[in-house]
């Protein structure tokens, strides 16, 4: 394996190499009108340069056999300890400390968007990989009004409201994300609100210089019963749309 790779990695300056090792004997031990040098002094001269060649040839095997064990061990750290997210979806809670806050904006007459109304519910992503986190980094990248029952309301946006750097995120260490509907304040004929989320995550391992994209995708559904919601989550996933490496 690491012979084939060291070929594969190494062939033109192996060609290279041969051409000088096949030309040097010829250059130095072949008659010319401008002289010979003498054929003892030439095989000297021959001898003495393949030495050279072969140690440096035996010099440089030995390296690139190192840098390549050095890579290959780096390579499978950063698989060994390669943080990964997985998300959940967990009852609210006021105690914990790392939430940010998903608000949806409907600029129309029938909703306050200065009053959200939280979903009793929360997003929970959590580092369930063998490596820490560092630089992690998660924003809004789309939302859509996928079925509206206020003819008035066309579209929403929404906003991220919190910290969305995170420095470190230990093995095991979670982020919590709460989900706020403007509060109805007229009453309405329809009863059912969809919206459709796409989150952009990125964030790089401990022992990594790869940086990890990847997207979480949902749906809200917001059923208007009398004055209050009910608010639920389906369709979940979270999937990778790239890796960039840093490395040089």
């Not at 010979?36 to 060649?53: H, K, N, Q, R, T």
């Not at 306050?112 to 979903?119: F, H, I, K, T």
């Not at 820490?132 to 008035?152: A, F, G, P, R």
């Amino acid at each position: 394996m690491i012979v084939t790779k060291f070929f594969k990695s190494n062939w033109k300056m192996l060609i290279v190499f041969l051409l000088i090792v096949l030309v040097f004997p010829c250059v130095i031990l072949l008659k010319s009108p401008l002289g010979m040098i003498p054929e003892d002094i030439g095989l000297a001269v021959v001898s003495y340069g393949g030495s050279i060649m072969g140690g440096f040839l035996t010099l440089y095997g030995v390296w690139w056999t190192i840098d390549a064990n050095r890579v290959q061990q780096k390579e499978e750290r950063e698989l060994e300890y390669r943080p990964l997210l997985k998300f959940d979806v967990c009852e609210y809670q006021h105690r914990f400390q790392q939430v940010g806050e998903i608000i949806y904006l409907f600029n129309n007459e029938y909703f306050s968007d200065s009053q959200p109304v939280y979903m009793d519910k929360m997003i929970v992503l959590e580092n369930v990989g063998r490596g820490e986190i560092i630089e992690l980094h998660y924003s809004m990248h789309k939302t859509e009004l996928v079925s509206s029952c206020v003819d008035s309301l066309k579209e929403a946006t929404a906003c991220f409201l919190g910290e969305q750097y995170i420095n470190t995120m230990p093995v095991n260490g979670q982020i919590y994300i709460i989900l706020g509907i403007p509060q109805l304040i007229k009453k309405c004929q329809g009863k059912l609100i969809i919206l459709s989320t796409d989150m952009e995550i990125k964030y790089k391992g401990a022992f990594s210089e790869k940086e990890y994209n990847q997207k979480l995708s949902f749906c809200l559904s917001v059923e208007i019963v009398e004055d209050h919601y009910k608010m639920n989550l389906y369709n979940m996933s979270l999937g990778s749309t790239g890796l960039h490496s840093y490395a040089e």
